[in-house]
């Protein structure tokens, strides 16, 4: 048998072996490279695989370990998690709630702008909805809303940080899609391409960010409108209205503050996301502190929080690398350069099939193995048929933020269930979310068919 065909074979099986293991309950890093070993085993064995292609791990290693883009990613989770620990989230919450509660779905209202601002302050999608699920979701219950709505608003507004900056998903991908992009355009005999940075992104997302946001809250008040009884109002007590403004005021200010410097500067071109990054931490502790919030059990528990998500992230990113090194030198590319460059419709089915693959793979694998393992593969694709990196980006990232939510793996649902009442059903809070995840897709739609909603203030900025 020819062993291009073999090795293109080995390299189909290991996708789906990779992803067959993971099903059975395999640490995801180990997983990945040890998949990758096994098969390489077997490629060596049949005469389709040489082992010193493995000389390019160390090289990338270093690469990731000085890549100045990426020190962003622990810096932008230690200020979402001083801000979660330091309780400014919470009070966040409760005054946001009552600045709403005269609303029918009021309550709902305030949880997702409040899930937006965390996004854009946090990033963090695991103790954003751990945050609200501890503060809305009884407050909520007994307010009389119906259960599904209340848990589906949460976990899907606790996702926000996947797509609205500072988003760590969006750093990643900005870095992979820099390197491929300008891969692509010198394979394309193009030596001064136009850089794609992380700030790229997050200029691109900003608008999709805000579609879903305006989505979800389009959703709520149309339950407000149809089901009155699911989301009532919660009037807030004549004493406590007097102080209201006051209280609006302290819990709004601070972090909008935050936000804006941070985000102001990234899109500014004020500042690289690492430096905006630093000022964010900086400033978290600076709004703690302010709220006699900062000590030494609350920084001790931040930085451990800190370094397990990023190991966890970074350990992943390792495992990745043995799988693109082996797929790649298989022939696995240009399998995937086949299917894509064959398939009817051209280009924006290309993108279609791609995005189709990844939503479906998000009901069983975790946002950050999918980018890992697909964008390597079929990013340099569909950058060759001229697809807009910034769009793909955006585009990938909002497609991935369903990951959080779908069955069996949505983590988001894990978190909620962590932290939710005993009484209330599982099923309430799988059904909950069925709203929130077609809206999704109604914004990976609108985005398909419009890109210069993603690609217009890239645009602007860069002038």
């Known amino acids: ?23 059975l309950g395999f640490p995801v890093a180990f997983t990945l490279a040890g998949t990758s070993l096994l098969f390489c085993g077997v490629g060596m064995a049949l005469g389709v695989f040489d082992p010193s292609n493995f000389g390019s791990l160390p090289n990338r290693y270093i690469g990731f370990m000085t890549n100045e883009v990426l020190v962003a990613v622990p810096l932008f989770i230690f200020m979402g998690v001083m801000l979660e620990r ?35 302050s946090t990033g963090v999608v695991g103790a ?21 709505l209340a848990t589906g608003v949460i976990c899907a507004s606790g996702t926000l940080g996947q797509i609205i900056p500072p988003s760590t998903v969006l750093i990643f991908m900005g870095d992979m899609l820099s390197g491929i992009n300008s891969q692509v355009q ?25 579609l879903l946001v305006s989505l979800y809250l389009g959703y709520v008040l149309f339950k407000a409108a149809t089901d009155p009884k699911s989301c009532p109002a919660t009037p807030v007590p004549a004493d406590e209205k007097s102080k209201l403004l006051r209280e609006v005021f302290v819990a709004l200010v601070p972090p909008l503050a935050l936000i804006l410097a941070v985000l102001g500067s990234i899109l500014g071109g004020i500042a690289t996301p690492t430096e905006a ?55 696995g590319d240009n399998l995937v350069h086949e299917f894509l460059s064959n398939l009817p419709g051209g280009t924006l089915a290309a993108v279609a099939v791609v995005m189709i693959i990844m939503f479906f793979l998000g009901f069983i694998l975790d946002t950050f193995e999918i980018i890992f393992i697909v964008i390597p593969i079929t990013a340099p694709v569909l ?21 959080f939510l779908t069955p069996p793996f949505g983590f988001a649902l894990f978190y909620l269930r962590g932290v939710a009442p005993a009484d209330l059903p599982t099923s309430a809070i799988y059904k909950g979310i069925l709203p929130f995840v077609m809206l999704q897709v109604v914004a990976i739609a609108v985005l398909f068919m419009f890109p210069q909603i993603v690609t217009w203030l890239p645009k602007l900025i860069a002038g």
């Open 277 to 331: 990054a630093s000022v964010g931490a900086v400033g978290a502790m600076i709004l703690a502190a302010l709220r006699w919030r900062l000590s030494f059990g609350v920084l001790k528990e931040t930085m451990v929080a800190t370094a397990t998500i990023t190991s966890m992230v970074f350990v992943i990113l390792l495992g990745a690398s043995v799988f693109s090194v082996v797929f790649r030198m298989m022939g």
């Open 186 to 210: 010198m394979a394309k005999g193009n030596f001064a391409p136009t850089p794609v940075s992380v700030g790229d992104l997050f200029a691109g997302a900003l608008l999709p960010g805000l």
């Open 86 to 120: 330091s309780q400014i989230a919470e009070q966040l919450l409760l005054t946001m709630g009552k600045m709403f509660g005269n609303m029918r779905g009021g309550l709902g209202i305030s949880v997702v702008l409040v899930g937006a601002m965390l996004a854009a």
């Open 128 to 148: 954003t909805v751990v945050t609200m699920g501890l503060i809305s979701l009884p407050a909520m219950l007994r307010a009389g809303y119906d259960p599904k």
């Open 383 to 403: 950058l060759m048929l001229d697809v807009d990196p910034i769009w793909l980006g955006v585009l990938v990232g909002v497609n991935l933020q369903t990951s």
């Open 1 to 23: 048998m020819d062993p291009i065909m073999i090795g293109e074979m080995l390299a189909a099986l290991m996708f789906f072996g990779v992803i067959g293991f993971l099903l």
